[in-house]
T-cell receptor, first 113, second 115 residues
Framework: EDKVVQSPLSLVVHEGDTVTLNCSYE??????LLWYKQEKKAPTFLFML????IEKKSGRLSSILDKKELFSILNITATQTGDSAVYLC?????????????FGQGTILTVHP | EPEVTQTPSHQVTQMGQEVILRCVPI?????FYWYRQILGQKVEFLVS????????KSEIFDDQFSVERPDGSNFTLKIRSTKLEDSAMYFC?????????????FGEGSRLTVL
């Protein structure tokens, strides 16, 4: 059974800080890893990673995957209060249907002004 | 920007009642999914649907659950006889498919409360 573990479970920072969120996984036959941001209801897509060592970047957010050590990190630099959310990591297995994602429990990020 | 829409946003029902949750996926998407999130727990996969049939379902998706695409736009989840433990946020999602970017687009969710 695929498994995703995120750490820390929660994090409180001040605006301007840099944060690193961790995601480790066990999957039978890895296809891809996805990061989502969940503010109030719907998870919104951030990144999809398939190859090791290639950084994906969008503004202040970036993410990288290590397929040898089976983890990914999500970095947020110069945090803002609008970054406060639950960040979800999910993996997709080759052996399952395309849309079956296994999610971690999420990291709750709180950014104080 | 195209989005997945779900109705109702919140439904309260009595145990044993039937519930239908509705979703309108993004119009050119081919793959449709239901996920659920019990309060304080992980988002869990329920079912995927492609070409008018279920392509995969989880252990949670037992005989009490069914999905349907009754027309070209709606995608529904039916729970035949609700139980207390069905109380959760139910998310519909859609994706373009293998040729797309790989991301799933989620709706805002339907909160189901079973009393």
């Amino acid at each position: 059974e695929d498994k995703v573990v995120q750490s820390p479970l929660s994090l409180v920072v001040h605006e301007g800080d840099t944060v690193t969120l961790n995601c480790s996984y066990e999957v039978t036959n890895f296809r891809s890893l996805l990061w989502y941001k969940q503010e109030k209801k719907a998870p919104t897509f951030l990144f999809m990673l398939t190859s090791s060592g290639i950084e994906k970047k969008s503004g202040r957010l970036s993410s990288i995957l290590d397929k040898k050590e089976l983890f990914s990190i999500l970095n947020i630099t110069a945090t803002q209060t609008g970054d406060s959310a639950v960040y979800l990591c999910a993996v997709r297995d080759v052996g399952t249907s395309y849309g079956k994602l296994t999610f971690g429990q999420g990291t709750i990020l709180t950014v104080h002004p | 920007e195209p989005e997945v829409t779900q109705t109702p946003s919140h439904q309260v029902t009595q145990m044993g009642q039937e519930v239908i949750l509705r979703c309108v996926p993004i119009s050119n998407h081919l793959y449709f999914y239901w996920y659920r999130q019990i309060l304080g727990q992980k988002v869990e996969f329920l079912v995927s649907f492609y070409n008018n049939e279920i392509s995969e379902k989880s252990e949670i998706f037992d005989d009490q659950f069914s999905v349907e695409r009754p027309d070209g736009s709606n995608f529904t989840l039916k729970i035949r006889s609700t139980k207390l433990e069905d109380s959760a946020m139910y998310f519909c999602a859609s994706s373009a498919g293998l040729g797309g970017t790989g991301e799933l687009f989620f709706g805002e969710g339907s909160r189901l409360t079973v009393l």
